[in-house]
């Protein structure tokens, strides 16, 4: 049984018309026939804006075709609203997609996104931005720069591959002040990471929710290490899990509700993307503020 909109009679689902992948995303929405979807072709840039509109305009549920980053931005301006984010994921990751066990396939994607139900969901801010997934500040924020640069010579998964190497042999330390719970600590640290809910570096699990885990902000701090012992860490995170690396000298980590960081960069990373801050740096967790659809079970 396909959703009605309450105050407007098709689901709003908007495309990035840039996107090298809007073509495919196109024709998923309109296999499911006329009547259910209205795309709207918004680059990423005015697409919170876009949102608000159909808010506006009376929208119970919109559609976001992309991967965090977008649908983050659309999260925004959804959050607090009760109008439902249906995803049709259409990034390289899409780690909430795959988080709540959406389909990845785009035409079954669409059926759920029709036909599914709403769940609260979680998310967490930095300042006054909203987050789905992960923040970190130090090193991704390197790696991502360097993969960036040679991702149009390279593509993207040779140019992470040459970017992780090059991080490893110039591992960039910085100076973050983190106040957690009303303690405040000082690390000389290559990276500080910051997940919406428990989460696992565990392989086959590698940055995923933990299942059942958790709510909160899950902050895990890297001890002060040279670029080989960088990735020792993140190999026995791997292999044993987190809580196992967290009871050495190699990490601290945190499960809290809020945490302070005062780092000396204005750059920071979110769902996977840069974006500029201004320090001091507040997080905070922010507790079934989305409503997101799911395929009814």
Known sequence: MLLANTACEMIPAFVNPLAGNADAARGALRVMGDGV?????????????RVK???DEGAARILVAGGDGTIGSAASALSGTGVELAILPCGTLNHLAKDLGLPLQLEEAARVAA??????VDAAA???R???NTSSVGAYVTFVRARERLEKRLGYHIASVVAGIRLLFRMPLFRVTLEVEGVSREYLTPLVFIGVGERELQL?????????????LHVMVVRRRSGARALATGLAAAARGINAVARTPAMDVFLVD?????????????DGELVRVTPPLTYRHVPGCLRVVVAEK
């Open 126 to 128: 930095v300042n006054d």
């Open 130 to 132: 909203l987050f789905l």
């Open 204 to 216: 086959p699990t590698l940055g995923a929710r933990v299942a059942g885990g958790k709510t909160g």
């Open 258 to 270: 809020a945490c302070r960081i005062a780092p000396r960069t204005r750059m920071a990373a979110v």
């Open 53 to 55: 509109e159909a808010i």
């Open 37 to 49: 979807f209205d795309i709207r072709e918004v680059p990423p840039q005015t697409l919170a804006d």
């Open 115 to 120: 036909t599914g139900k709403a769940i609260s």
